[in-house]
């Protein structure tokens, strides 16, 4: 067969090029019929005798053993200490379970003692390398390895694009494990009591997702698209506010889909080369909104996901976190810098956060946005509010909440000046120089398309396509359909489109925080203005919709991305509507946002923490019913 070959020869260009890396990737078990993962590598390791082998298995044909580290610190222990300290493990993380006390493992100050099981037998444990935290872990009863535990989680509202697991050189790796049978990711978080929040780190242990257009060292970027997705090498370094995020202890659990290149889609015409994640609001299936749409769909459903990290150019955070019915922020412009962040319009970019917890929201901002907002708490709010929009009395259910929000805000802030603005009217009747036009949306109308449409495609999509085509031999990748016809529009009107539009949005910001909502030295903002986010509208995802055109027109919610302020939006409760889906009764968020003027991110913070306080605000649940 090889007549010019000896057989050693061929064995050994075989092995050659047949030479393997292998890498262990953890192993997935079940422990009281719910999945579990245990991490590739170990935290410690337990030197055990052959005794101690047999004993840990007990005649089972199996490895790895769950093991509870008890955190009681106490020199003695008793069981009512140990029935404490499970009934508080129980309550507070959602990766332990009784399972995990096949054994348990006990800290008496001068000796570790291993429990087989709560109240069985009992062996001092030696080769204790390091102290690890309390929880669930499993351990090898070959080796004595101890790893961390994964809950496993299937990500059935199709909101990430993969889960994600950190790997000890400070990068980060997709997540190996599945789940048996599921149709979806699979997401893994680690126990909640591995981790203590201090100063240092007040986002210890708190799960992260992070939108798709943020750079995280090891993982690849998709942006929405696949010829991107395919295009790129994974990313060396993670941009300045992933990092920082990491740093304040925050655990990333996965990278969240949004729609192609951060463009407004809407479900389910619009999205061609991934699935629209779903709203579980309501009937679930109305539209999550875009293109934060992984980060609001996951907030709305998921309660192992506690923050995520999205971006605002024109709402695109706003928009997600209204529907999908949580607290999100469009910060002032430029309170953290976006180096390693997919560009929409840089003159417009923001980065903030979707979630269900104000104080959470609140402590995460000041790691993200460092000293560029107030820690201080506020105790004079602004006297004064504008509202935008606002019925003057209720004919729907959800305008009825809205107007009762309204009432206790005005008693909170123990003010009866509110004033409903009419921002085309105040413009015609104010001046504005050197833009002479009374019309508002004659001066606005075309800005924000053409900032979107030129500068992604000059800044992004140019060198996009260079670098595809060069890989390719010349071909183009697919592009939905939206950023297609928003690029064009974009740089239709020519090269210096940019620059003109910039000088309009330049005098329409000068013109609001003069005229409209001035600075103040007392309560930082002069008012603050508030005007209808989500009135428990359907957008069901199953519909016919007509082809997509360019964003113009100007609205109230487009203040924010001409002058620079920020814009959060308040879940305030819910209204019902009759499905088409389910032929019942259902329910949807009513939301409401509130701006202010540039710079008083934090007075909207710490306004937000009082309402909770005072019962005004709620902290939303995750399902259907926002507010059971």
């Given at each position: 067969?090889?007549?010019?070959?000896?057989?050693?020869?061929?064995?050994?260009?075989?092995?050659?090029?047949?030479?393997?890396?292998?890498?262990?990737?953890?192993?997935?078990?079940?422990?009281?019929?719910?999945?579990?993962?245990?991490?590739?590598?170990?935290?410690?390791?337990?030197?055990?005798?052959?005794?101690?082998?047999?004993?840990?298995?007990?005649?089972?044909?199996m490895d790895l053993v769950p093991l509870t580290v008890l955190g009681d610190s106490s020199n003695s222990f008793t069981s009512d200490e140990f029935i404490s300290l499970v009934n508080n493990y129980t309550a507070t993380d959602d990766v332990f379970n009784t399972g995990f006390l096949q054994r348990t493992l006990h800290d008496f100050g001068t000796q570790l003692i291993m429990f087989d099981r709560p109240y069985g037998s009992s062996q001092p444990v030696t080769g204790w390398r390091k102290s690890i935290p309390p929880g669930p872990y499993f351990m090898s009863a070959s080796t004595g390895h101890v790893f961390q535990a994964y809950r496993l989680y299937s990500d059935v509202q199709g909101a990430f694009t993969e889960g994600v697991i950190a790997n000890s050189d400070g990068t980060y790796s997709p997540f190996s494990a599945a789940i048996s049978g599921a149709q979806s990711q699979t997401i893994g978080v680690p126990s909640r009591?591995?981790?203590?929040?201090?100063?240092?780190?007040?986002?210890?242990?708190?799960?992260?997702?992070?939108?798709?257009?943020?750079?995280?060292?090891?993982?690849?970027?998709?942006?929405?698209n696949r010829a991107y997705f395919d295009l790129y090498p994974p990313r060396t370094v993670s941009g300045t506010a992933v990092s920082r995020l990491i740093a304040a202890g925050a655990i990333i659990i996965?990278?969240?889909?949004?729609?192609?290149?951060?463009?407004?889609?809407t479900a389910t015409d619009d999205w061609v080369d991934y699935h629209s994640p779903y709203n579980a609001r309501g009937d679930g299936y109305q539209d999550p909104s875009s293109s934060s749409s992984g980060p609001g769909a996951g907030i709305g459903a998921y309660e192992f996901l506690d923050i995520a990290l999205g971006s605002d150019t024109g709402g695109s955070i706003r928009g997600p976190s209204q529907v999908n019915g949580c607290f999100g922020n469009r910060p002032s412009h430029g309170l953290v810098a976006l180096d390693g962040v997919m560009p929409l319009s840089p003159d417009?970019?923001?980065?903030?956060?979707?979630?269900?917890?104000?104080?959470?929201?609140?402590?995460?901002?000041?790691?993200?946005?460092?000293?560029?907002i107030s820690s201080s708490n506020f105790e004079s709010f602004p006297k004064k509010i504008l509202t935008s929009g606002f019925p003057t009395?209720?004919?729907?259910?959800?305008?009825?909440?809205?107007?009762?929000f309204l009432a206790k805000l005005q008693t909170f802030l123990s003010t009866t000046n509110t004033t409903a603005l009419n921002v085309n009217t105040l413009w015609a009747g104010t001046e504005h120089a050197p833009i002479n036009d009374p019309i508002i949306s004659n001066v606005m109308s075309n800005v924000y398309p053409v900032l979107i449409?030129?500068?992604?495609?000059?800044?992004?999509?140019?060198?996009?396509?260079?670098?595809?085509?060069?890989?390719?031999e010349g071909r183009r990748p697919f592009i939905d359909p939206v950023p297609l016809i928003r690029w064009?529009?974009?740089?239709?009107?020519?090269?210096?489109?940019?620059?003109?539009a910039n000088a309009n949005r330049t005098v329409?910001?000068?013109?609001?925080?003069?005229?409209?909502?001035?600075?103040?030295?007392?309560?930082?903002?002069?008012?603050?203005?508030?005007?209808?986010?989500?009135?428990?509208?359907?957008?069901?995802?199953?519909?016919?919709?007509?082809?997509?055109?360019?964003?113009?027109?100007?609205?109230?919610?487009?203040?924010?991305?001409?002058?620079?302020?920020?814009?959060?939006?308040?879940?305030?409760?819910?209204?019902?509507?009759?499905?088409?889906?389910t032929l019942q009764e259902e329910v949807l968020p009513v939301s409401v946002d509130i701006m202010a003027a540039k710079g008083c991110d934090g007075m909207i913070f710490a306004l937000a923490k009082q309402l909770l306080d005072a019962g005004i605000l709620k902290i939303p649940a995750t399902g259907s019913v926002p507010f059971p």
């Open positions: 067969m090889f007549p010019n070959c000896r057989y050693a020869e061929i064995v050994l260009a075989l092995a050659a090029v047949t030479s393997a890396t292998i890498a262990q990737t953890g192993q997935t078990v079940q422990v009281n019929g719910v999945d579990y993962f245990a991490a590739p590598s170990s935290v410690n390791i337990i030197d055990l005798t052959a005794d101690d082998i047999s004993s840990a298995l007990r005649g089972e044909d009591l591995y981790y203590t929040k201090t100063a240092d780190q007040p986002l210890a242990g708190v799960r992260l997702g992070i939108k798709d257009i943020y750079d995280i060292a090891g993982l690849k970027s998709g942006l929405g996965g990278k969240m889909k949004t729609s192609q290149f951060a463009n407004g889609e417009m970019d923001t980065a903030g956060f979707l979630t269900r917890d104000p104080l959470l929201w609140h402590t995460a901002a000041q790691v993200l946005y460092e000293t560029n009395s209720a004919t729907t259910e959800a305008e009825g909440v809205l107007l009762d449409g030129s500068e992604q495609f000059n800044i992004f999509t140019t060198p996009f396509y260079a670098d595809y085509a060069a890989a390719h064009a529009f974009g740089t239709s009107f020519g090269p210096t489109a940019a620059d003109m329409f910001k000068s013109w609001w925080e003069t005229v409209v909502n001035p600075p103040s030295t007392t309560t930082c903002s002069d008012s603050i203005l508030l005007y209808p986010g989500s009135l428990a509208q359907t957008t069901y995802r199953n519909a016919y919709r007509s082809a997509p055109v360019p964003p113009t027109g100007f609205s109230i919610s487009r203040v924010s991305n001409f002058a620079e302020v920020p814009d959060f939006v308040f879940t305030i409760g819910q209204a019902s509507y009759n499905s088409t889906i």
